[in-house]
């Protein structure tokens, strides 16, 4: 599938509101949103951050943490010499990357907040098996940051003048639900910067489709994501996922979708290596 294809798979819910306060994502080209300056949101994240690290129980495990740190450290690297290369604005150059281990088995899960303020849950560990299977999740959830889902949706917040604190409300319920099941002391935190909220369809199929390519340039094999998907589908069977994975699309129609790409995005985003 080329660039244009997957612009007319993902179709585009911008052009009614008008093209002043739009912008396109890196790669896909989708035209999107944005009337929250990224600058504001970023400071807001790093402020939360900190205290999801004061919060939770921050692993020990300093190997891990330091495979972690070197997948996200190629994916940095690559991400901005692609878009150097390419002769396109840097989606990252505002970003201060920085890497958490939370030491919390029951959470599946990562994230990436604005700015590239990530945290992988040790709970994910037995899902990705191996660094291969860690870069792709990983790669969808840096994704997520550099397509700037964020600001999109916050905008999108303040259009419908419906703002974040009525997005907690609706989705209180199921948050402490969430914070019930897994233990997660900063559940409430993090549904502030919209961590715990769900993205939309097209965001997570993008964050997918520009997650293979990231994880790719960084050098890593990306037919681990499908084993991923396939490890989370068993993992979850006979019972119903954690409500924020959920939102996720189903992992049927996500590795389909998958395994249409895989191809091509090896073919045309190769490794990407430092040079000296
Ligand atoms: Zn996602």
């Given at each position: 599938m080329d660039?244009?294809?997957?612009?007319?798979?993902?179709?585009?819910?911008?052009?009614?509101?008008?093209?002043?306060?739009?912008?396109?994502?890196?790669?896909?080209?989708?035209?999107?949103?944005?009337?929250?300056?990224?600058?504001?949101?970023?400071?807001?994240?790093?402020?939360?951050?900190?205290?999801?690290?004061?919060?939770?129980?921050?692993?020990?495990?300093?190997?891990?943490?330091?495979?972690?740190?070197?997948?996200?450290?190629?994916?940095?690297?690559?991400?901005?010499?692609?878009?150097?290369?390419?002769?396109?604005?840097?989606?990252?150059?505002?970003?201060?990357?920085?890497?958490?281990?939370?030491?919390?088995?029951?959470?599946?899960?990562?994230?990436?907040?604005?700015?590239?303020?990530?945290?992988?849950?040790?709970?994910?560990?037995?899902?990705?098996?191996?660094?291969?299977?860690?870069?792709?999740?990983?790669?969808?959830?840096?994704?997520?940051a550099v397509?700037?889902?964020?600001?999109?949706?916050?905008?999108?917040?303040?259009?419908?003048?419906?703002?974040?604190?009525?997005?907690?409300?609706?989705?209180?319920?199921?948050?402490?639900?969430?914070?019930?099941?897994?233990?997660?002391?900063?559940?409430?935190?993090?549904?502030?910067?919209?961590?715990?909220?769900?993205?939309?369809?097209?965001?997570?199929?993008?964050?997918?489709?520009?997650g293979l390519?990231?994880?790719?340039?960084?050098?890593?094999?990306?037919?681990?994501?499908?084993?991923?998907?396939?490890?989370?589908?068993?993992?979850?069977?006979?019972?119903?996922?954690?409500?924020?994975?959920?939102?996720?699309?189903?992992?049927?129609?996500?590795?389909?979708?998958?395994?249409?790409?895989?191809?091509?995005?090896?073919?045309?985003?190769?490794?990407?290596?430092?040079?000296?």
């Amino acid at each position: 599938m080329d660039r244009r294809n997957f612009l007319h798979f993902l179709g585009c819910g911008c052009l009614s509101i008008g093209i002043s306060s739009c912008s396109t994502v890196p790669i896909t080209d989708r035209r999107q949103l944005k009337l929250i300056p990224e600058a504001k949101l970023n400071a807001q994240a790093a402020q939360i951050y900190e205290k999801v690290k004061k919060k939770e129980k921050l692993s020990n495990d300093t190997k891990q943490l330091n495979e972690i740190k070197e997948i996200g450290k190629k994916m940095e690297f690559s991400i901005s010499e692609y878009f150097s290369r390419s002769n396109l604005k840097d989606p990252t150059s505002g970003f201060d990357w920085e890497y958490i281990l939370i030491d919390n088995k029951k959470v599946k899960n990562a994230w990436c907040m604005p700015g590239g303020k990530i945290a992988v849950y040790t709970g994910i560990l037995e899902v990705t098996k191996n660094t291969n299977g860690l870069a792709a999740v990983m790669g969808h959830e840096v994704a997520h940051a550099v397509a700037k889902h964020s600001v999109e949706r916050a905008s999108r917040g303040v259009l419908l003048r419906t703002g974040t604190s009525l997005l907690d409300i609706a989705t209180g319920g199921k948050l402490s639900k969430v914070n019930k099941a897994t233990g997660m002391n900063t559940v409430g935190l993090l549904s502030q910067i919209g961590i715990m909220n769900p993205f939309n369809r097209k965001q997570e199929s993008e964050a997918d489709y520009l997650g293979l390519i990231f994880s790719s340039l960084a050098g890593y094999d990306i037919r681990q994501a499908i084993n991923v998907w396939e490890n989370m589908q068993k993992l979850n069977k006979g019972k119903a996922p954690p409500e924020f994975l959920s939102t996720h699309p189903s992992t049927k129609n996500r590795i389909k979708s998958l395994k249409r790409w895989i191809d091509e995005v090896i073919l045309e985003y190769p490794p990407i290596k430092k040079i000296n």
